[in-house]
């Protein structure tokens, strides 16, 4: 067993899982908003922010859903469209754990 630090100061998990036929966050498009949130944090973020795709997150029907750590945070109920909106949620939530 090996532990490492982290390099992030936050993670965001977003859910990327389909599943035919009932609801899930992949046919909201979740991917969009997932690569969307992946390239922001990549240039504009310093990698501070990881963005990371994940499995179902038990939300479903309140997708497209989000969890954001160190927050132990679910942000719910998104669409791709609101990328701007939770883009700066994601920097104010980041700023004030550097105060
Ligand atoms: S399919 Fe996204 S939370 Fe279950």
Redesign the pocket.
Known sequence: MKEENLSSKMEVFV?????DG?????D?G?KELTDNLKKWAKEDMNREIKVFR????????????LTCFPQNKYILETKVNDLEEIKKGLKEALQKLKT
Do not use: M, P, V
């Open positions: 859910c990327n899982h389909k599943r009932d609801e899930c966050c992949f909201k979740s994940s499995g179902c997150l038990g939300k479903c029907s309140e997708g497209i859903a």
